[in-house]
């Protein structure tokens, strides 16, 4: 096996910010003409929120997850243009459906239109106030599962985003995730952090909206994907439309595994990760993990130029929906 491999990963909810991809789309027509398309897709000026704001509607769910993922592709199709490809992709949460548009397996303005719905569901499973996250740092992701069963008390409470050996996001009822972190740091944890976001994401509260999106997902066309994705649920690799589907569907309601999905990365021989979207989360998080890779990430105009000057440029295939040919898997797509 070639040692020498690139992964595009894409980044989730909580990297949003005012005035992201603003500078990209008036330099870049690439960037510009992926917002142009974001706004006809929605009937309403996406762009104007991510270049402007304000923040308090740009933080609401159905509008940050539309946000985040044109942002993304907007600069991946700047990368795209200049003939860089990657071996493989990945996304975290929301950022699989920004890398399944980079693989050429899902279309853009149809992305755009789910993963809005896909906020507004996510949103109304939950009553405001009655969910919450936390993230558990300095902890084993043994000991804080074990930490949500001692809290559960009858709540929902477990792993909802296992992001780095050392750092467990959990979620659930805001009681029981409250009870938990107190036990993680009795249990050693360095700290343990109640995030600022308005629902219990990637737990079992989150079923009623996965009944709902997977109607949504049944009416929109997945093709084949033109390299593999390791997806979030099973920390595997997938080519085929219907599997990149499958993996969507089931997302809403169980744990990211992004310490499985970079391991897997770094067993196929990936020693080069680029962050394609908003802030450094995942550089971080795979940094944390493996020291020895290059890591680079592209949000900004000068961001993107040291991607665009360190990484080769290949021939150029077929993006954002288009024809996709079928690849080969590292490990036949089993893992």
């Known amino acids: ?8 990963v894409f980044p989730g909810q909580g990297a949003q910010y005012a005035g992201m991809g603003r500078e990209l789309a008036g330099r870049h027509p690439a960037a510009a003409a992926a917002f142009d398309d974001a706004d006809r897709a929605l009937g309403f000026e996406l762009s104007r929120l991510c270049f402007e704001g304000p923040d308090s509607d740009l933080q609401l769910t159905a509008n940050t997850q ?3 993922l044109t942002v993304s592709i907007a600069v991946h199709r700047v990368i795209a243009e200049a003939g860089i490809e990657p071996d493989f992709v ?44 936390a993230a558990v740092l300095g902890l084993d992701a043994d000991a804080v599962a074990r930490v949500c069963v001692d809290a559960a008390d009858g709540d929902v409470v477990a792993p909802a985003n296992f992001n780095s050996p050392l750092q467990t996001v959990i979620a659930g009822h805001r009681p029981a995730v409250e009870r938990a972190a107190r036990r993680a740091r009795d249990a050693g944890a360095k700290r343990a952090i109640t995030l600022p976001v308005s629902a219990p994401f990637h737990s079992s509260l989150m079923r009623p909206a996965e009944q709902r999106l997977a109607v949504e997902l049944d009416a929109v066309d997945f093709a ?5 994705l390791v997806t979030n649920v ?5 080519s085929t439309g219907p599997e990149a589907r499958d993996a969507l569907k089931r997302q809403p309601s169980r744990p990211v595994r992004w ?5 897997r990365l770094l067993d196929a021989g990936v020693d080069t990760f680029v962050e394609i979207g908003p802030g450094t989360t995942l550089t971080r998080l795979v940094r944390s993990m493996a020291k020895s890779v290059t890591m680079l990430n592209a949000e900004d105009a000068s961001s ?15 993006r954002d929906g288009g024809p996709a040919g079928r690849p080969s898997h590292p490990d036949d797509g089993r893992g």
Request: proline fraction near 7%.
């Open 1 to 8: 096996m070639d040692p020498s491999k690139t992964a595009f």
């Open 259 to 263: 310490t499985e999905t970079v391991r």
């Open 234 to 238: 099973d920390a595997r690799f997938v």
């Open 66 to 68: 539309p946000a985040i």
């Open 90 to 133: 990945a996304g975290h949460s929301l950022g699989e459906y920004s890398a399944l548009v980079a693989a050429g397996g899902l279309d853009f303005a149809a992305a755009v239109r789910t993963v809005r719905l896909r906020g507004r569901f996510m949103q109304e499973a939950v009553p405001v106030g009655e969910g919450a996250m």
């Open 224 to 228: 084949d994907l033109a390299v593999p």
């Open 304 to 318: 993107l130029d040291r991607v665009l000057a360190a990484l080769p440029h290949r021939p150029h295939r077929a």
